[in-house]
């Protein structure tokens, strides 16, 4: 778990017996329950490391088996995703560390002219084009 993620998991004493938070969305808010009280974070307050790791899971379970690329790039946690801009993206390059997937579209329109260059052969190859991706933040010291 990455330290920022701790602070919001260290809140209250059913954390430390054992008990694993509920999380929500309410609001534009998280909401995190320990047995009979929820614990509300504006979205804004959480660090973006669990915002990111909240929406991608909320985004996963959206898209669920859907191979449109259409449809997963256009959805609204998607979205939300490439509203965090630039703080989110060594999250979105160590997540295609582990598990290649379609952040290309939200990786170029962050950080738009700066993208790199995805040899033709690479094109619709996840594993291939995440490598590329992975190494060009390797280089600029995201990851």
Do not use: C
């Not at 534009?28 to 929820?38: F, T």
């Not at 295609?96 to 939200?106: C, D, E, I, K, S």
């Not at 190859?125 to 995440?130: A, C, G, H, P, T």
């Amino acid at each position: 778990m990455p330290v920022e993620s701790e602070a919001l998991f260290n809140k209250g004493a059913e954390h430390q017996a054992g008990k694993i938070p509920q999380w929500s969305v309410e609001n534009n808010s998280i909401v995190e329950s320990h047995g009979d009280y929820p614990a509300m974070e504006s979205l804004h307050q959480v660090p973006v490391g669990i915002r990111f790791e909240f929406l991608r899971d909320l985004w996963r379970q959206d898209i669920g088996r859907d191979s449109s690329l259409t449809n997963i790039t256009k959805n609204k946690y998607y979205s939300q995703i490439i509203e965090l801009k630039t703080p989110v993206v060594p999250y979105i390059l160590k997540e295609l560390q582990v598990r290649p997937g379609p952040w290309f579209f939200a990786l170029r329109s962050i950080i738009k002219d700066d993208s790199p260059k995805i040899p033709n052969e690479y094109i619709g190859n996840f594993k291939k084009m995440s490598e590329v991706w992975v190494e060009w933040g390797k280089h600029r010291g995201m990851i």
